[in-house]
């Protein structure tokens, strides 16, 4: 499928590095304009852009899209709503693609790894859910004022795998665990203004952030399955094939039949015959090639012969129901 996105008005948050980085290269190589938003120097919208932003907006423009950075905390309401006004002012209303990806949570998560909820800092949950599930709720507020008055449009909220299993704690599941339903919930009333809104599952992306986890952990030679799966970096996703997933479900005829539902990166890309920038296609958490290669480390050298077959969902519930950790 084409991701032929010229003429479309989209937005990213958080794109000064990461997922949405990628997410950002990929529109614009779709040829999409991109607005991107990321902190300011000292987190004043009055400071410069930050490098990395500038970074961003260098990397989409390379692949032919026109961007436009713009600072912004996306704890200050106010300069959210001076963001979609300016894109209102200066593409007339247009709004084609909301990417709600801004989160605030990694360091904190990385500070409290290992403790249980009572033992962590109470600000914890501040940390991961005000930039992050708020946030996201308060740019999908002002997203679909514009969208809704078009009658099309498209928010993705990025959402994660935490949703569904403990993974980085109660703060960060239960956040992403309301990402989804709040995408679910949004859809339900975009849905008569022809708007679409899914919940975004992307797998283990190869960030900066978790390239520095893997090579640290391979350093210390931690060998348990947990962090495994980060340091031997198998079956990453790259940011630019999220971002790539992104582009052609924007671009999908059929997209409203998919609204309201949680969509996983590695599921849609064998439909859209989406690759990442190396030519390969990652596939699914709950495929069988997946699961198998990390029940059997033997395997993943020939991980290529495995069926990409997608394990049913009752039995990945069932197993998790069966877990200590639940």
């Given amino acids: 499928m084409s991701g032929n996105l010229k003429g479309k008005v989209v937005l990213v948050t958080g794109a000064s590095r990461g997922i949405g980085k990628g997410i950002a290269v990929a529109l ?3 040829g999409a304009l991109v607005y991107i938003t990321g902190r300011s120097v000292n987190s004043d919208s009055s400071d410069p852009i ?3 932003l500038l970074d961003t907006k260098s990397d989409v423009e390379k692949t032919g899209g026109i961007c436009i950075a713009v600072p912004v905390d996306h704890s200050n309401d106010e300069q959210v709503k001076s963001l979609f006004e300016q894109i209102n002012r200066e593409q007339n209303g247009q709004l084609d693609l909301l990417v709600n990806n801004a989160y605030g949570g990694v360091r904190s998560l990385i500070s409290s790894n290992g403790k249980p909820f009572w033992e962590s800092d109470i600000n914890l949950w501040d940390a991961c859910n005000q930039v992050g599930l708020r946030s996201h709720y308060v740019a999908s507020h002002f997203a679909a004022k514009m969208m809704t008055q ?3 449009g498209l928010i993705v909220t990025i959402s994660s795998w935490g949703g569904l299993a403990p993974i ?3 703060a960060y599941g239960t956040g992403k665990s309301a990402c989804d339903r709040m ?3 949004m859809a339900v009333e975009l849905k008569p203004f022809n708007v679409a809104s899914v919940s975004l599952w992307p797998g283990i992306v190869g960030t900066e952030q978790f390239h520095q986890l893997a090579n ?3 350093e210390r030679n931690e060998s348990n399955l947990g962090v495994a799966v ?3 970096k198998f079956n990453w996703e790259t940011p630019l094939f999220v971002g790539r997933v992104i582009a052609a479900l924007c671009n999908d005829p059929d997209l409203m039949k998919r609204t309201g539902k949680i969509q996983i990166g590695a599921e849609l890309a064998p439909h859209y015959g989406v690759f990442d920038e190396y030519k390969q296609r990652p596939v699914s958490l709950r495929s069988l090639r997946f699961l198998l ?3 059997l480390p033997n395997l993943k050298s020939r991980a290529k012969f495995i069926p990409d077959l997608l394990v049913p969902w009752w039995l990945i519930l069932l197993t998790l129901l069966k877990s200590p950790k639940i």
């Fill in 216 to 218: 640290d952990n391979l």
């Fill in 168 to 170: 980085f704690g109660v």
């Fill in 50 to 52: 930050s490098s990395s």
């Fill in 183 to 185: 995408a679910a919930d």
């Fill in 150 to 152: 078009r009658k099309q």
């Fill in 293 to 295: 290669s990390q029940a």
């Fill in 230 to 232: 980060i340091a031997d």
């Fill in 28 to 30: 614009g190589e779709a």
